[in-house]
Each structure stands twice: as structure tokens, then as C-alpha cells.
């Protein structure tokens, strides 16, 4: 029994009771009033305070468009020009995986999920005690969301931190992401100039120029505002450039509550909420077609001692009260959550993750980043955490899902023969057609008796996580780029995984 239970377990499911983009917004942290409220103050901020630093493509477009500089030499955007780039921003943004599969819809409150954080620090299985992050980590990392189904899309998890060029980093994580899964990839860049020859590689890869603008399988942003209310010139030149993927735009803004914005959290909310919108702005004044992903992620300080949190109740709300704003202006949203302050994969780490994670898909984040592997406030990524989150997110999606009520979910008829008929619902035609379609199983969490746990060695979550890390990354080496292809990437560009540490039997798993 343990055996077939094991490799029901290890084999991908084809029938889940969730997926991709189930309908989120469900928890409103704020009221309609205070929807209203805070509109009003981030107009006013806009408007009043304005942006410092624009750079100057975002300047001179924005001053064409009516926008000012204040006396305080700050790029200031009136209400009337924020309120039609809201209503003529794109409202939907689609993501291609290689595979269509993979495809999502973003937008309207629809959840998904993805693996980010750009932690420079991994815990390999087993360990305790963090080591750099390398070029081949991503590489893993990417294998494994490849494999994790309920992890939508990619983000660079880790930073290849013996990259010493910036360009060659760039390069080799858009390789490596793109060799590992068929997922949607969302790309990084440490300088605008990186955009381009990142970008010739991966037409390489798709087959042609036109074929990758076809189905534009990565995408690029950045974070183009430092807090407080101050553009970024590199990120911001990023954002700017990225609009040549063809792809949404994503830009994340984290202001932390306590030091860089308000300790207040509605204040928080207000300035992370107004950042982002400066970014999307940016964008909007250069190309106002190309749609941008939204990301407030108002951040936490402990105000004992200033540091930042990611697994506080604070930091849950303000994160879920960020992601409605912009639900409320019906844009595409993310948000960073499941940044646990733990630095092991134990329970603190499951309790701040799920508190985060959850309140983010009730709140209907379109994209709920940083929720599968991290750990250390965003310093380091597990494996061995990124697979039992896999776990946790099912769990999460279920209850976005909710409960469907109808006259065949009412069961009336159901409960009437079975009273009249064997007393139980087991054999029922209800209960075996919803075996898989209604409920979500957990690839890891133990749900055998006590005595069956002893028998089998009492197995905590991590090592059941560790060995199915071993599993697949021992196995899953995927060919997603051609050899012909490969070999002229590897001709033209710096690529520093070697081709034997991309196939079995390299003695790393």
C-alpha cells in the first residue's frame, strides 16, 4: 500500500480540484469607504508630492502630456491624466508558457502563483546553514517549478552570486530559466542594455524573432522607484526598455512600513499604492498599449529594531489591502507573499507563509509572488520548502475556489439514498466523481495514522521533501533547448553551465 501511495504521489496529476487563475477577492481588508479614502490620498500624493527624478524619456513625455514639475523639481501627475491612463491601461495581461499549457491569463482577480525572490543564499537539502547561491541553484530551481503544479510561473529565485559581470549574470539566468521549465519566465536585468542582447538569445531559442513575438514566453521589469516617491534610473530605464518583449511590463515597488513609508499601515498602503501606479506611469507615457503588472508590496519593519519582516500579521493585511487597490482600479496585480522570517523550512515557516499566501489569493492577487521557497526574509531559498509550498499552495487555491453551490452540491437526493439505502456516502456516484475533480490532495503532508507513521520510519515534512527534491532533480533534466540550437547559443553568448552538469549522472544529485 505504501508503495503504490509513494508513486501516486512522485507521478504528476493529471485531474486537480485547482489550478491557474481560480477567482480570488473574496477578503476586503478595507471598505468600500475606505477604498474611497485612500483614492483620494494617493490622487492627491500624485498630484501634489509627485515623482522625484523621472528620467528624462519619462520626463519629456509626461510634460507633453500635461504632467509638471513642481518647485521642488518633482514630476507631479494630475488626477484628471491618472484617472484616463487607469481607464485606458490595459485591464488583462497574458503571459505565454512555451508550452500552452502554461498560458495565463492575468487580470479581473484571477490567481496565480510564482516562485521569485532573488535570494542570494541557498539551504541545500538536509543542511543548516546557508551557502552563495549559484548559476546551477537556478538551474535547479527552474527544474523543479518545472515539475510543481501548483507553482504557475517563474521569477529568478536565486542570484547567480559568482557572476561577477552583470551582463553575463543576465544572460546566463535567462538560459538557464529557459532550459529548465516551459513555464512563463519573468526576467531581471541589473542595466537596460542587458534587454537587448538577452532578448536576441532567447529569439534563438523560440525559433526566430517573429516566433518569440508570437508567444513572448518571458517577460521583463523592475523596480523603478525608491522610496520615498523617487524614481530609479536603472530600473526604471529597465522598465522602459522592457516594453520590447512584447510582453506586460511587470514593476514592483517595496516601500517598507516604519522606515520607508508610514508606520501607519493605511499610510503604507497609500504610498506603495501611488509608487506602483508612478510606475505604471512611466511606462504609460511611453508606450500606453503595452500592459503593466502591478506590484505594491509594502513591506514591514519591526519597529523594535527597524528591521524588515515578511512573516508578520502586518505584513499579510497591508499586502492583501495593497493588492484590492489595485483591484480596485481593475489593473493586473502582485504581490510578495509567503516571505517567511524563518530560516528553516519548519513550522514558524508554515504558519507565516500560509497567513501571507492565503490573505493574498483571497484578496484576488493576480500574481502572488516570493510564495514558494523562501526563507530568512527573502536572504535564502530551499528546495526542500519550494515543494512542500507546493503543497501549501494547493491547500490555498482550494479555499479561493470556495464551496459551489448549486441544486446537484445541495445533494438533497443524494442524502436521501443513502439513508434509504447502505448509511454511508463512499460508494456514492457523487462522492466518486468528486474524488478528484472536488478535493486537492497533498503530494507531502502525512496523512496516515500514527501507528502507520512509526512503521515508516516517522518521517518529518522536510526529509519526505528532501528525498522528492532527490527524485526529481536526479531525473528531470529537460531538453527544452535543441543541441543545434544550444551550440550556437553557446558560440555567440558567455554561457556558463557546462552541458555535463545539464544531463544525469553529473554527481550533483
Known amino acids: 500500500m505504501r508503495r503504490g501511495r509513494k508513486a501516486r504521489q512522485q507521478k504528476p496529476q493529471k485531474i486537480s480540484a485547482v489550478g491557474p487563475g481560480l477567482p480570488g477577492g473574496r477578503f476586503r481588508p478595507l471598505t468600500r469607504s475606505d477604498e474611497q479614502q485612500v483614492h483620494k490620498t494617493i490622487l492627491d500624493v500624485l498630484e501634489n508630492i509627485g515623482m522625484g527624478d523621472p528620467i528624462p524619456i519619462v520626463k519629456e513625455k509626461a510634460l507633453e502630456r500635461g504632467c509638471f514639475m513642481n518647485e521642488h523639481g518633482r514630476l507631479c501627475f494630475p488626477r484628471a491624466f491618472v484617472e484616463d491612463a487607469i481607464a485606458r491601461a490595459p485591464k488583462n495581461a497574458h503571459f505565454f508558457g512555451r508550452d500552452p499549457r502554461h498560458d495565463m491569463d492575468v487580470g479581473d482577480g484571477r490567481v496565480h502563483t510564482y516562485g521569485g525572490g532573488e535570494a542570494v543564499n541557498m539551504l541545500d537539502v538536509g543542511a543548516s546553514s546557508y551557502r552563495p547561491s549559484t548559476l546551477a541553484d537556478l538551474y535547479d530551481a527552474a527544474r523543479l517549478v518545472d515539475r510543481m503544479d501548483n507553482i504557475h510561473a517563474l521569477a529568478r529565485l536565486v542570484v547567480a552570486t559568482e557572476i561577477e559581470d552583470q551582463l553575463t549574470c543576465d544572460i546566463n539566468s535567462a538560459y538557464v530559466s529557459a532550459a529548465g521549465t516551459l513555464k512563463h519566465t519573468q526576467l531581471t536585468f541589473a542595466d537596460a542594455s542587458h534587454v537587448q542582447p538577452t532578448l536576441e538569445m532567447l529569439y534563438m531559442i523560440a525559433g526566430g524573432k517573429e516566433k518569440f513575438h508570437?508567444?513572448?514566453?518571458?517577460?521583463?521589469?523592475?523596480?523603478?522607484?525608491?522610496?520615498?516617491?523617487?524614481?530609479?534610473?536603472?530600473?526604471?530605464?529597465?522598465?522602459?526598455?522592457?516594453?520590447?518583449?512584447?510582453?506586460?511590463?511587470?514593476?514592483?515597488?517595496?516601500?517598507?512600513?516604519?522606515?520607508?513609508?508610514?508606520?501607519?499601515?493605511?499610510?503604507?498602503?497609500?504610498?506603495a499604492t501611488a509608487e506602483a501606479l508612478a510606475g505604471m506611469l512611466m511606462v504609460h507615457v511611453v508606450d500606453p498599449d503595452t500592459p503593466v503588472v502591478l506590484g505594491p508590496w509594502p513591506f514591514v519593519s519591526d519597529l523594535r529594531t527597524g528591521s524588515f519582516t515578511g512573516g508578520s500579521g502586518e505584513e499579510a493585511v497591508v499586502s492583501a489591502a495593497a493588492v484590492q487597490m489595485i483591484n480596485f482600479y481593475g489593473l493586473p496585480s502582485s504581490v510578495g507573499a509567503g516571505m517567511t522570517d524563518s530560516k528553516t523550512p519548519d513550522y514558524q515557516a508554515g504558519y507565516e507563509k500560509a497567513l501571507a499566501i492565503a490573505l493574498a489569493a483571497q484578496a484576488g492577487c493576480n500574481d502572488v509572488s516570493e510564495c514558494s521557497g523562501m526563507l530568512g526574509s527573502l536572504m535564502a531559498l530551499s528546495l526542500e520548502s519550494m515543494v512542500i509550498d507546493n503543497d501549501l499552495l494547493g491547500a490555498v487555491l482550494r479555499t479561493v475556489r470556495g464551496i459551489e453551490v448549486n441544486e446537484e452540491t445541495l445533494s438533497y437526493e443524494v442524502m436521501q439514498q443513502v439513508v434509504h439505502g447502505e448509511g454511508h456516502y463512499l460508494r456514492t456516484e457523487q462522492t466518486l466523481g468528486l474524488m478528484r475533480t472536488g478535493y486537492e490532495y497533498p503530494a507531502l503532508a502525512n496523512r496516515l495514522t500514527p501507528g502507520e507513521w512509526e512503521e515508516a520510519g516517522s518521517t518529518d515534512i522536510r526529509q519526505a521533501a528532501g528525498e522528492r527534491v532527490k527524485s526529481i532533480l536526479s531525473s528531470h533534466y529537460p531538453d527544452y533547448i535543441d543541441p543545434a540550437t544550444d551550440a550556437k547559443i553557446r558560440e555567440r553568448f558567455p554561457i556558463l553551465l557546462a552541458p555535463e552538469n545539464m544531463r544525469p549522472g553529473n554527481q550533483r544529485w
Do not use: H, K, M
Open 214 to 271: 508570437e508567444r513572448p514566453f518571458c517577460n521583463g521589469g523592475g523596480c523603478p522607484v525608491i522610496s520615498p516617491l523617487r524614481y530609479g534610473q536603472d530600473n526604471s530605464e529597465v522598465c522602459v526598455e522592457s516594453i520590447a518583449f512584447g510582453a506586460p511590463v511587470w514593476v514592483t515597488v517595496a516601500p517598507q512600513a516604519g522606515a520607508t513609508a508610514p508606520a501607519a499601515l493605511a499610510g503604507a498602503v497609500v504610498q
